[in-house]
């Protein structure tokens, strides 16, 4: 090390002195394939010639982007919070002026631009709070149970900072699914925990066995100190909805085993599938009665991101906590007022989620009509995405019951997993770089969510509009077949 | 510890077993008094009975909710970005549609809904990079070099996550002013870094000398690897402007001793005093010629939040580095990926803020005449606090040259310092509670921001409107009076 370059000698921050934990962080969903998939745009844009002429982003969730269009009432009242003289604009349904001036009435010196209370606006929290209510049957929920977050992302970084501690074979353990959304496996390697991993069942569509946990749990406890169990319902990147008797389980095996669970709940109306219903871990919980509901500590997520409304740009969500220790909770309260506030148009948005339009008022049959024509679309691509790619052989997808994604295993032959070896890459990098380079199709290899050893996978989003989609998958079916060939 | 409450066997996360960094973090600017100024705010509402009918908070630059009102120009472009159809609509003028046009084609499906790229907006960072270039008489910019950010905060803890690294007596230090705005002093605890501090000279306005920073290091050098010097100015809590021989000081410092710079400009444009003036770092450091010029590492922090807009709820910001090594860059555009991007409504402000009506376009009167007209009256409000408050025996108020704060040094009898210590309470946190209770004035004490041994300070922002202020003066001076008979 004392021969450095000259460079590195200039430099106070180099990779050699920064913070190794950063080092560590890696983040699939934005990776090298989509860094990839610019620089094509742009030389596409540059007149480079390819064999497409398009990119076609399918590995983020982000719904806008590829062409949903918002909800109308909530953007009439975002634009009237924004510029409150359009509260006088006949243009403007009354249901939609309540909203903004209940919302800027929360609001210091009644403007948006305000900081809010760092917990996030008080009328927001109750509001939120009476949504939880309502969506589990009475469950009381409290509002300063409420934290309103920087997208659901924040939130969940959030409370795995709080959750770690100890040092070597007392280090905090937390368990997450593979595969996973790597926000989680991100949080934990820069925070310096220790990431245990519990399997998904991918012959039982992606259902999460409750003995797969206990002998993840048992593994973790030979090196560190597993405190935490999160799991993602409906999943990302699998897509399944986990069943009423399977969330008992995993409560059961919290209580049990003395884990603090974190239930990522953002894509709790993203649910298709015939016989599937969304179950919140607190409803359970509740339901399962006091020996359980006084005692589990749980955090849930949720965001305005995804859903029927995909509000990804405005970083709003929120997180209820159940049963935290109230020190600890103040401890919370002090860490979020560093940053002071979370977004205050993204708060704004969560509210009208929580508080859409009811029944009588006047923009109740819009919503309806459009929530409906998204969700359903939705549910039309999650169908066809699952029966195109099961005509392929070499690819088997699951159903995708719920959320945003499909994540087909795929057999790849011998020769070509000794050639992405050679490159030092994934077998299914390898995979998702050609399919990219030949078709313009951007998809995130399994590898990024963590997947069982030797096999591979893909997530493609169900998010391109129909006719796209339709597009897409006839030309990953395509050259999934080429690819054999050439690699048989 | 093995004789613990059952309360505490019961839970998984508690005070004993969280994150330990966690529970050093300190932010008086929402601490202890604000909370009890909540309380008493709700007093006020319940009936209860106080010598006073409102609180008046001074403890938060948080400028709208002082009754600041926006950029009209701002809040049309936003509530055209948030509803499009706004774009048809004759009351909005065509430099404002032609700004909101702008963003929308900058955003996924035109959509502020959809996430941005993690670093921002390509267009607003293009536009970032022509403002610096402008504000700094030429010297160039690099939009790949601007990460939009959620407020400065953001920005902040970001670099300074990238540069905590080491253990025991090399574990990295950072050297922050004392006073210092608590974010800072917040951020260290949380990533467990070394404060180190360097105290500002309150004599001489609260200049910074270089010969304190000299002591400063060379005392730290014995503990610890300081690695990072950070400045603000105009300075929070301090509200002074530093020359640009100061700037230039600092820098020469910086470059011979090794250290990573992080200037914190958030008030760029709030220097009230007579003969003073913004210098940016980046600008400084380009004028001392290319031996430090392409030399020094350099992140400066810019927001919303402050100045003459003080759109503090929609999170904006960005920081540009400088001489950044480019794998550390590589390493913090995808750490900032992780969080997904930072919230949209707030990029597409940064972007008004540098990109405001130009002359000849039809919104630019009105925007020089609010500018202006917030400025100005700022600027009014800085002379009159430091005025006032220099009236009153035992209180010394240095000139509010820049920023929205004064931080006046209290002479306190020895009976009152004897009563606190009593109490387990800072002084000037038995004065400011005292303060809080019989007048409803909300302050911050000074020993919230760091301050010299046996001195106390208050902060008290310059934000109420002048009427207001005026009154908040005389109640302080009155109190003081009061406090300073009761225990001599
Ligand atoms: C399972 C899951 N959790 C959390 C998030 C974070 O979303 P946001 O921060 O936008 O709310 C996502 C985003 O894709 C997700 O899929
Ligand atoms: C010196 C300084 N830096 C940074 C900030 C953070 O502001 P924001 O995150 O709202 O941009 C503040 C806020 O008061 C400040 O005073």
Not at 403 to 417: G, K
């Amino acid at each position: 090390k004392s021969h450095q370059t000259n460079q590195c000698v200039c430099k106070v921050l180099t990779v050699d002195t920064m913070n190794s934990c950063v080092k560590k962080v890696e983040y699939a969903v934005r990776g090298p394939i989509v860094l990839r998939a610019v620089q094509i745009e742009k030389e596409l844009k540059e007149g480079v010639q390819k064999p497409f002429s398009e990119v076609i982003k399918a590995n983020i969730g982000d719904a806008h982007a590829m062409g949903q269009q918002p909800i109308t009432f909530f953007r009439q009242v975002l634009a009237m919070c924004s510029y409150p003289e359009l509260l006088d604009d006949d243009r403007f349904p009354e249901d939609a002026k309540g909203r903004a001036r209940r919302i800027l009435q929360g609001c210091g010196g009644q403007s948006i631009g305000a900081y809010s209370a760092s917990q996030g606006i008080e009328c927001v929290r109750q509001d939120v709070a009476r949504y939880v209510e309502r969506r589990d049957g009475g469950v009381p929920s409290d509002p300063d149970n409420i934290y309103l977050t920087t997208g659901a992302s924040d939130g969940i970084v959030t409370m795995l900072k709080l959750l770690v501690a100890g040092e070597g074979r007392s280090r905090t353990g937390v368990m997450i699914s593979i595969p996973q959304y790597p926000l989680y496996s991100a949080a934990l390697a820069e925070l310096g925990a220790v990431q245990v991993n519990y399997f998904l069942n991918e012959e039982r569509c992606w259902s999460l066995d409750v003995s797969e946990l206990r002998r993840a749990l048992a593994d973790a406890r030979r090196h560190c100190n597993p405190r935490a169990l999160c799991i993602i319902n409906p999943g990302n990147p699998t897509g399944q909805v986990q069943s009423r008797q399977c969330i008992e389980d995993v409560i059961r095996f919290a209580a049990k085993e003395r884990l603090f669970l974190m239930a990522d709940e953002v894509y709790q109306d993203n649910v298709y599938a015939e016989g599937c219903e969304f179950h919140s871990f607190k409803k359970v919980l509740f339901e399962m009665g006091p020996e359980f509901s006084s005692t589990v500590e749980l955090a849930s997520f949720h965001s305005t991101s995804k859903c029927y409304m995909g509000e990804c740009g405005f970083r709003g969500g929120y997180m209820e906590v159940v049963n935290m220790d109230p020190e600890v909770k103040a401890q919370l309260t002090k860490l979020v007022s560093v940053r002071l506030c979370p977004p205050v148009p993204g708060q704004a948005l969560m509210d009208l989620v929580v508080n859409p339009p009811q029944p009588g008022e006047p923009s109740y049959s819009t919503f309806i009509r459009e929530r409906k024509a998204t969700l359903s679309s939705l549910a039309e691509r999650a169908r066809l995405t699952e029966q195109i790619l099961n005509t392929v052989p070499g690819i088997a997808c699951n159903p995708v019951q719920g959320a945003m994604y499909s994540f087909p295993r795929v057999t790849l032959p011998a020769r070509a997993i000794r050639e992405a070896e050679e490159r030092g890459q994934a077998p299914d990098m390898f995979y998702c770089m050609k399919l990219l380079e030949e078709t313009g199709i951007c998809l995130v290899p399994g590898s990024g969510f963590g997947q069982r050893d030797g096999t591979f996978h893909f997530r493609m989003t169900i998010l391109p509009p129909t006719d796209k989609l339709k597009i897409l998958l006839s030309k990953v079916k395509d050259f999934h077949q080429r690819f054999i060939q050439q690699y048989s």
